[in-house]
């Protein structure tokens, strides 16, 4: 079954095609970070402006970088949320109309599921179940995942998301957009034991990350002098290692409290290099395998909609034209 996918539920205008639920045949990003950039965050009209300017042309090289032609796809799988619902809509609307002039199946896939279905276009996926994290710019959440559409939820984030904290930490410190990725590289050339910034919320699966921000804010209010650019790499890896420390703490306390034996760490957060360097580290040490998609998996893609597209395909769902976008959706109930 080759199925092609639509995502567009936030800055990143993206379509893939897939075969079989596994292997990626074409994967396009068309990312809006330059235009969003001067705000300093992503403003929800002039996304939607950009996915509809975008769309069209990103499809179309999908199409062309697999090789096949819409002859050639059985199904199409788009994003219904969560995420803006303007910029939603563009996916969808124009999933629509391929599958009404082609008289192709559709299906709604939830964002989230995306990300965990990611996993599955790498080289050894890991076999059901495992315990994953999700953790991108608007969740942080641990799921255990028994199968596709099969998940409890073992802990989450009380207020801000870590790509949240993230980018609010790169904005006080004055280093770009989007911050994750800022920091990621400062925190290269710096102590991350320089400063120390509070590990929330220790006994439970649960997240808090406001008071870090908030921790941050503080701290350099009280500066006698003005920031000098010598200090950032010190402030962005000691901010880091307060994130990574409690997301990989956490999902590895989650993965025993179930017993599980594999973990998969996916969503944009995934990308950074210290949670890969330290949670393959800290979990293998736990007796853990760990599974996390390359990079450009782990942030805003359509092959992982397409992914999870496929098995529900395969499994006799489809939605009708009436399907619509929804700004949030819950992936599972707390256990
Ligand atoms: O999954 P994603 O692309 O979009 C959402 O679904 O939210 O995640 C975006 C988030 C942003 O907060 C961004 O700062 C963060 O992922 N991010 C990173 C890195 N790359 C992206 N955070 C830390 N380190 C990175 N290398
Ligand atoms: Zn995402």
Redesign the pocket.
């Known amino acids: 079954m080759v199925v092609l996918g639509i995502e567009s539920s ?1 800055d990143e205008t993206a379509a893939a095609v897939v075969r079989d639920g596994k292997v990626m045949l074409s994967n396009v990003i068309a990312s809006q970070i330059t235009v969003h950039e001067r705000y300093g965050g992503v403003v929800p009209e002039i996304a939607s402006r950009k996915h509809i300017e975008a769309i069209a042309p990103v499809i179309a090289q999908a199409l062309e970088d697999a090789a096949v032609t819409l002859d050639e796809i059985d199904g199409i799988a788009v994003t219904k949320g969560p995420g803006l619902v303007g910029a939603l809509l563009v996916g969808l609307s124009t999933a629509k109309a391929l599958a009404f002039g082609r008289g192709l199946p559709l299906v709604g896939v939830n ?1 989230l599921e995306g ?1 965990i279905a990611a996993i599955f276009l790498t080289q050894n996926p890991p076999a059901f179940p495992f315990v994953a994290l999700a953790v ?3 969740h942080t959440a641990i799921y255990l995942v028994k199968g596709f559409n099969d998940f409890i939820l073992l802990g989450q984030t009380r207020d801000d998301a870590a ?2 904290a ?2 609010k930490a790169a904005n006080l410190l004055g280093i770009g957009y ?4 800022a ?2 590289r400062l925190a290269k050339k710096g102590n991350p034991e320089a400063f120390s910034f509070p590990r929330a919320m220790r006994d439970s699966l649960d997240f808090s990350f406001s008071g870090l921000k908030t921790s941050l804010l503080t701290r350099l209010k009280g500066l006698s002098a003005p920031l000098v650019s010598e200090e950032l790499p010190d402030y962005a890896a000691s901010y880091q290692e307060a994130v990574c420390d409690v997301l990989t703490e956490k999902t590895i306390r989650a993965a025993h409290t179930v017993s599980a034996g594999r973990i998969v760490v996916c ?3 995934a ?3 210290r949670l890969r360097e330290k949670m393959t580290g800290d979990a293998h040490a736990a007796g853990i395998e760990v599974f996390i998609p390359p990079p450009v998996l782990c ?2 893609n359509a092959a992982m909609i397409a992914v999870v597209g496929t098995h529900l395909l395969q499994a006799g769902f489809s939605d009708g034209l009436d399907l619509n976008a929804v700004s949030r959706i819950p992936l599972a109930v707390a256990s």
Request: glycine share 30%.
């Open positions: 936030c964002h990300h991108s710019g608007g790509g949240e993230f980018d989007p911050g994750g990725v920091i990621d969503g944009g957060v990308a950074n290099s942030t805003d």
